[in-house]
């Protein structure tokens, strides 16, 4: 059976993003539905299949699932040989781990740094709270590189969800010149160099819609 995505603006929908490049890098088919943000009856579509009335939600068969990670392991379940979570039960362990902890955390960041793909690689300067959420995320890179990533250039190896995870924070780092390490600077490079990032990104800035909360330059809305 047809799996179905409805997501939001590619240019800004960080959650989005996550369960899409997923699906993409493992080979798993879907339709795409993508709803923007700003959608006058956005809350009325998206709440008839949604629990929360918010994008990313898989439609597979009678199953809906929203919320990110929540999708990535029902991805995980359902298609065992995409190898989404890692083999071995201490690489998996971590990385549910630092899914998790993306997933709930690292608020200062997201509220800094916006998810803007069209957005030219200008840096913007950070607070204290949100560079030491950051340093966090640089660390978090290079100890599972370090400890788990020799079968490949991503996180543990090869791509899976706990990428997934932080992809739109590659892109953050990216477009806002953040400093960070020389393995996570190769990392970002791995996650940049897919071809499904190349396809997100052509689609992004091809985008009608703009969201000003999302233009940390506004009243100018730069694009590269």
């Not at 083999?87 to 781990?97: H, I």
């Not at 071809?195 to 009243?219: C, F, I, N």
């Amino acid at each position: 059976m047809a799996l179905t995505l409805v997501i939001g603006n590619k240019n800004y929908s960080s959650w989005s993003m996550r369960p899409w490049i997923a699906m993409k890098v493992a080979g798993i088919a879907f339709e795409e539905v993508l709803i923007s943000l700003n959608a006058p009856d956005f809350k009325e579509r998206v709440s008839k299949i949604s629990g929360t009335g918010k994008v990313p939600v898989l439609i597979d068969g009678g199953v809906h699932v929203w919320e990110s990670l929540a999708i990535l392991e029902h991805l995980a379940e359902r298609f065992p040989d995409a190898c989404l979570w890692p083999a071995n039960p201490a690489a998996r362990g971590r990385a549910r781990a630092i899914a998790s902890e993306m997933h709930a955390g690292f608020q200062p960041l997201r509220r800094a740094l916006p998810m803007n793909m069209w957005r030219p690689v200008i840096r913007h300067a950070l607070d204290d709270e949100a560079a030491a959420s950051a340093r966090r995320i640089d660390a978090i890179w290079r100890e599972c590189r370090e400890s788990h990533g020799a079968g490949g250039p991503f996180l543990f190896g090869r791509f899976g969800a706990a990428d997934a995870m932080y992809a739109p924070v590659v892109a953050r780092f990216h477009t806002y010149d953040v400093d960070v390490g020389e393995a996570s600077r190769a990392y970002m490079a791995a996650v940049m160099a897919l071809p499904a990032w190349s396809e997100w990104t052509a689609a992004a800035r091809t985008e009608p819609w703009v969201l000003p909360h999302d233009e940390v330059d506004w009243p100018q809305v730069l694009k590269a």
